[in-house]
């Protein structure tokens, strides 16, 4: 089972910047960002393999960039021009290698089975 613990969440004003981290024991395959809204549901925001491969939510795409240090086991979220609407709470996720992944990580959260307890990020105009 999977450990995944999320870091970096803060209060900003719109415009700034922010970096999210998380820690993962042990490293899986796939690894994402995730956000909530109460009320809403989670959304994809950056996703990984760990060969690189990167994808990205329309929404974040030229504002976030997601990182992944494999040796050291971490996940990282660099969130730039951010805005209020980018107020959520943020999950780390996680799944393992699959033969019939696409070539681009997925954003469906369906697909991952190992989640963080999520880290707090507001956005204030």
């Known amino acids: 089972e999977v450990r995944l613990v999320e870091s970096g969440g803060d209060s900003v004003q719109a415009g700034g910047s922010l970096t999210l981290s998380c820690t993962a024991s042990p490293v899986l395959w796939m690894m994402a960002w995730f956000r909530q809204v109460p009320g809403n549901e989670r959304e994809g925001v950056a996703a990984t393999y760990h060969n690189g491969q990167v994808n990205y939510a329309d929404s974040v795409k030229g504002r976030f960039t997601v990182s992944r240090d494999n040796a050291k086991g971490t996940l990282s979220l660099q969130m730039d021009s951010l805005k209020p609407e980018d107020s959520a709470m943020y999950y780390c996720?996680?799944?393992?290698?699959?033969?019939?992944?696409?070539?681009?990580?997925?954003?469906?959260?369906?697909?991952?089975?190992?989640w963080g307890q999520g880290t707090q990020v507001t956005v204030s105009s």
């Open positions: 996720a996680a799944n393992g290698f699959k033969f019939d992944l696409p070539d681009l990580p997925t954003l469906n959260k369906d697909e991952y089975t190992g």
